[in-house]
């Protein structure tokens, strides 16, 4: 194995752990019925490093942790399979799209591409959240918006988990030039390293 995947393998490890800790720590955070996902921000920075299967890892480890904390009991109780498939899904493609845009953007300009990438990731994993909401959910989604006095179950889902993405997308946004600083610093001790200085 050389040197670079030895690189790629490690530094994906401790933004794996990162991710993990980083969950941990921000659990009790919320708005609303849902925690906000501060783990997205080391997930978008390994997508970016590492390339879009490290981001699609990272986001699935994420995803992992929803599910064996508890994250998603509300949901699991009604549809474990919906559930499993949901949150899997979000989170990985939370990982690997932010991943593929970065890739595809970074030649051009590394800030738009960072910014584009972190925007993405809140936006992939609360729009494929709502999309397996209007899969497997939509019964309890109407009991929960009758149960708040929203006649519309659309109104409710807006009202009560959009509120978590505007957050996260915010938080994603607003730390998208540490984001960069960060890429930069690892891609110039790469490059230093090949470089033999």
């Known amino acids: 194995m050389n040197s670079e995947k030895i690189q790629k393998l490690v530094g994906t490890g401790l933004l794996t752990a990162l991710v993990v ?12 019925p849902f925690n906000i996902t501060f ?20 986001g699935l480890v994420f995803g992992i942790m929803v599910l064996a904390t508890g994250g998603a009991n509300a949901f699991l109780v009604i549809n474990p ?6 949150v899997l899904l979000k989170g990985a ?5 932010p991943g593929l845009i ?18 993405a990731a809140p ?9 397996g909401c209007l899969a497997f959910f939509m019964d309890t989604i109407n009991t929960w918006a009758e149960a708040a006095g929203i006649a519309n179950a659309g109104v409710y ?3 009560a988990f959009v509120v978590n993405f505007l957050v996260e997308l915010g938080t994603n946004l607003l730390l998208s030039s540490v984001i960069v600083r960060i890429i930069d610093i690892v891609k110039n001790k790469l490059s230093a390293r090949k470089a033999g200085i």
């Open 81 to 86: 399979a919906g559930t499993v498939i949901t």
């Open 102 to 119: 970065y890739h595809a953007l970074e030649k051009k300009n590394c800030w738009v591409a960072t910014i584009c990438a972190a925007a």
């Open 93 to 97: 493609a939370a990982g690997l799209i």
């Open 157 to 159: 889902m807006v009202t």
């Open 21 to 32: 800790v980083i969950y941990f720590l921000t659990m009790g955070i919320t708005v609303g």
């Open 123 to 131: 936006i992939v994993n609360t729009g494929i959240f709502l999309l």
């Open 39 to 58: 783990a997205l921000i080391p997930i978008v920075v390994g997508a970016a490093l590492y390339g879009w299967i490290a981001g699609g890892w990272l």
